[in-house]
């Protein structure tokens, strides 16, 4: 079955750390690939989104992340986190076609508590 | 402003009371998406539409319709309400699959007792 698996449900970070969150996803064909943030009691904005080409994708907020089609991966990483950066991360995909090919389906989320 | 709106924002429900969760986006955009969120379970798609006129199941139907009324509006029915549907569920829109990313609307927490 397809899905996407976000293997780490919490992270704690400090002040200033680098900060990587995974994600695997298991589709026929490599899907269009997203990373949304959502803030407490907020909606999800878009961090970045991976379609084709450059694996290295940069975002906003200094965000980016890494496609690796042999590990059916796609990593978001920051270098150096803010204490603003607290919030749930989730991966999403889009199947590339076929069937379900308009359904955008999120992994689990990954929540980030970052210490001052 | 422009974006997706969601109405309403709050709602406490009786078991097997019914409702309509409304959603509508002025971004002109083809495809609208509900999701429901509970704690460690992520977003879970309930229902889709690809474009105006055509719906399809997601993950999590049972329990739920959805009606696209036309391109801006895209509504989900609780016949009969159930606890285990407390929730907070989410509208989202995309004008193309590929190219652009979802707007959300802010969200409805809905609490079934």
């Known amino acids: 079955a397809q899905s996407v698996t976000q293997p780490d449900i919490h992270i704690t970070v400090s002040e200033g750390a680098s900060l990587e969150l995974r994600c695997n996803y298991s589709?026929?064909?490599?899907?269009?690939l997203f990373w949304y943030v959502q803030s407490p009691g907020q909606g999800l904005q878009l961090l970045l989104k991976?379609?084709?080409?450059?694996?290295l994708v940069q975002g906003i907020k200094g965000f980016e992340a890494e496609f690796k089609r042999s590990q059916s991966s796609f990593n978001l990483r920051k270098p150096s986190v803010h204490w603003s950066d607290a919030a749930e991360y989730f991966c999403a995909v889009v199947p590339y076609s076929g069937a379900g090919s308009y359904q955008l389906t999120f992994g689990k989320g990954t929540k980030l508590s970052v210490i001052p | 402003n422009a974006g997706v709106t969601q109405t309403p924002k709050f709602q406490v429900l009786k078991t097997g009371q019914s409702m309509t969760l409304q959603c509508a986006q002025d971004m002109n955009h083809n495809s609208m998406y509900w999701y429901r969120q509970d704690p460690g379970m992520g977003l879970r798609l309930i229902y889709y539409?690809?474009?105006?006129?055509?719906?399809d199941k997601g993950e999590v139907p049972n329990g739920y319709n959805v009606s696209r009324l036309n391109k801006r509006e895209f509504s989900l029915r609780l016949e009969s309400a159930a606890p285990s549907q407390t929730s907070v569920y989410f509208c989202a829109s995309i004008w193309d699959r590929v190219t652009t990313e979802a707007f959300f609307g802010q969200g409805t927490r809905l609490t079934v007792v």
């Open positions: 991976y379609f084709s080409g450059d694996t």
């Open positions: 589709y026929g064909a490599t899907p269009y």
């Open positions: 539409s690809a474009s105006e006129g055509t719906t």
